[in-house]
């Protein structure tokens, strides 16, 4: 059986085309989790990390050593969103995607609109621990993707109706019934 994460709310879902981070470094597919601290799934993926670390480091984890578990409120760019929350870190490299499916296992597109900032999802994954240029980590890997269920999005982005009250007709550029292909 696959290793599952908590569930928790997207954010910057990175999932069908790779990207980089900054314009540097390797293309890969990414997903941020925000999890509630009290969810009891946690405790797994907790240990699944500290058992690829000490795997990676028999004698304990070097000083250095960079957690995929991030504590929402001690970020260096705090976003409210994260408050409270435990944010985790999913990557994929980008010859891998990851296959994204709701809750009925049916495939999700980016077409679909379904996967978004702000849906709830998790994700199989796998650990592993690392040491490159005088860093050393443990990562969560992204296997697949399953959105679980709808939340409010994550964008600064409003609705129209909440941005605009409709027109007296004598101000309308097009008025009710014409005919506005020219748009």
């Known amino acids: 059986m696959a290793k599952l994460s908590p569930i928790g709310r997207a954010s910057f879902p990175e999932l069908f085309q790779p990207t980089q981070v900054s314009g540097q470094g390797a293309f890969k597919y990414r997903l941020t989790l925000l999890i509630d601290p009290k969810d009891p799934a946690l405790?797994?993926?907790?240990?699944?990390?500290e058992e690829s670390a000490k795997k990676?480091?028999?004698?304990?984890?070097?000083?250095?050593?960079?957690s995929p578990l991030l504590d929402g409120d001690d970020m260096d760019?705090?976003?409210?969103?994260?408050?409270?929350?435990?944010?985790?870190?999913?990557?994929?490299?980008d010859?891998?995607?990851?296959?994204?499916?709701?809750?009925?296992?049916?495939?999700?597109?980016?077409?679909?609109?379904?996967?978004y900032s702000g849906c709830y999802a998790r994700a199989s994954y796998n650990c592993f621990s690392w040491t490159n240029t005088g860093k050393n980590g443990t990562s969560v890997?992204?296997?697949?993707?399953?959105?679980?269920?709808?939340?409010?999005?994550?964008?600064?982005?409003?609705?129209?109706s909440d941005d605009f009250d409709a027109l007296p007709e004598s101000e309308m550029a097009v008025t009710p019934g014409d005919d506005d292909s020219q748009f």
Do not use: F, H, Y
């Open 43 to 49: 405790a797994q993926l907790r240990a699944d990390i």
């Open 56 to 66: 990676k480091w028999p004698s304990g984890r070097p000083k250095n050593w960079s």
């Open 77 to 93: 760019n705090p976003r409210p969103e994260c408050a409270g929350m435990i944010v985790l870190r999913l990557t994929a490299n």
């Open 95 to 115: 010859d891998r995607p990851p296959q994204v499916v709701d809750s009925g296992m049916r495939p999700i597109t980016k077409e679909s609109g379904k996967m």
């Open 141 to 160: 890997g992204m296997n697949n993707v399953q959105v679980v269920r709808d939340g409010d999005p994550l964008d600064s982005r409003t609705n129209a």
